[in-house]
C-alpha cells in the first residue's frame, strides 16, 4: 500500500516574505517534532517495517559543501563514537554522491553494532536545493528497510519542502 501523504504547513517566520517549512504525514509512521526542530517518523505499521526511524531537520544552507568535506565530518562521527556510549563498532559502507531533480544527494551508508548485539543500518544524506538544504536520515535493524524508507521519504521531501532545483 503506498503511503498516503498530506502536507501541514507550519510558518517559520511572522513576516510575510518567510520560507514555510512543511511537517510530512505519513500513513503509517507516527510523527514527532522536536525542540530541536528534527522530525521523527517511528514506523507503527506493517508497511514501513519495525523498528525503522526516519528524520530530517532543516540545515544551514552550504551550497558550496562538497562530498570529500561531508565524508570527512562523518567519518570523524564514526571515530568519534565507536567504542563509546552504547556503541560498539560504527562503520561507513558507502559514499556517494547524485542529483534527483536538480537537487544535490549527498550521503552515507553507515553500519553500527550496539553493545546490545543489535545491529543498526544507516542512510544518512544532505539534500541541496538551490536555496535551502535538509538532512535525512533513515535507520533500521535491515538494509533492505532502511533503503526502501529512505527512498520513500527522499522523493517526498524533495517534492514537498520546496527545494527542487530550477
Known amino acids: 500500500m503506498r503511503p498516503v501523504v498530506i502536507l501541514v504547513l507550519s510558518l517559520l ?5 518567510a520560507a514555510q517549512e512543511v511537517a510530512l504525514a505519513v500513513e503509517g509512521w507516527n510523527a514527532e517534532t522536536r525542540a530541536d526542530g528534527v522530525i ?5 505499521a506493517d508497511n514501513c517495517a519495525k523498528g525503522s526511524v526516519v528524520s530530517y531537520k532543516r540545515q544551514p544552507h552550504r551550497p558550496a559543501l562538497t562530498l570529500a568535506e561531508y565524508e570527512q565530518h562523518h567519518r570523524g562521527l564514526v571515530q568519534q563514537n565507536t567504542g563509546s556510549g552504547n556503541v ?19 550521503h552515507v ?5 550496539w553493545k546490545s548485539g543489535n545491529v543498526t543500518y544507516t542512510i ?3 539534500l541541496i536545493g538551490p536555496d535551502r ?12 528497510w532502511t533503503v526502501n524508507n529512505y527512498n520513500g521519504f527522499l522523493k517526498r521531501l524533495i517534492e514537498i519542502a520546496g527545494i527542487k532545483g530550477g
Open 13 to 17: 517566520f511572522a513576516s510575510p516574505v
Open 40 to 44: 521523527y517518523y517511528r514506523c507503527a
Open 88 to 106: 560498539k563498532d560504527a562503520q561507513i559502507a558507502a559514499v556517494g554522491e547524485r542529483t534527483v531533480e536538480g537537487v544535490r544527494v549527498m
Open 109 to 113: 551508508t553507515r553500519v553500527v553494532e
Open 124 to 126: 544518512e544524506a544532505r
Open 133 to 144: 538544504s535538509y538532512s535525512l536520515v533513515s535507520d533500521a535493524p535491515n538494509p533492505d
